[in-house]
């Protein structure tokens, strides 16, 4: 039990530390398995499973990150472009 355990737990780990990849794998595997006939879905079933999948990771991506501040943008806007001194 507790080795079951771990490997969930490291897939967990594993989903929070890179779900956008994980949404990648998730949609190219279903897509494997539905055009190799592993499992046969209809399109509203497989249309309805990447767009949960999609947004169940979405919002998990977007848990994870801080969107950048608005001092960042404005102090970018503010600096003026580097000069380039092409005389030499």
């Given at each position: 039990?507790?080795?079951?355990?771990?490997?969930?737990?490291?897939?967990v780990?594993?989903?929070?530390?890179?779900?956008?990849?994980?949404?990648?794998?998730?949609?190219?595997?279903?897509?494997?398995?539905?055009?190799?006939?592993?499992?046969?879905?209809?399109?509203?079933?497989?249309?309805?499973?990447?767009?949960?999948?999609?947004?169940i990771?979405?919002?998990?991506?977007?848990?994870?990150?801080?969107?950048?501040?608005?001092?960042?943008?404005?102090?970018?806007?503010?600096?003026?472009?580097?000069?380039?001194?092409?005389?030499?």
């Open positions: 039990m507790n080795a079951q355990r771990t490997v969930v737990g490291r897939m780990d594993r989903v929070k530390s890179e779900p956008v990849a994980t949404q990648g794998l998730v949609q190219a595997t279903l897509a494997a398995l539905l055009g190799f006939g592993v499992i046969s879905w209809t399109s509203e079933q497989t249309g309805l499973t990447l767009a949960l999948t999609a947004a990771l979405t919002f998990l991506t977007r848990s994870q990150v801080r969107p950048a501040g608005k001092g960042v943008e404005d102090k970018a806007a503010a600096e003026p472009p580097a000069r380039v001194d092409n005389a030499a």
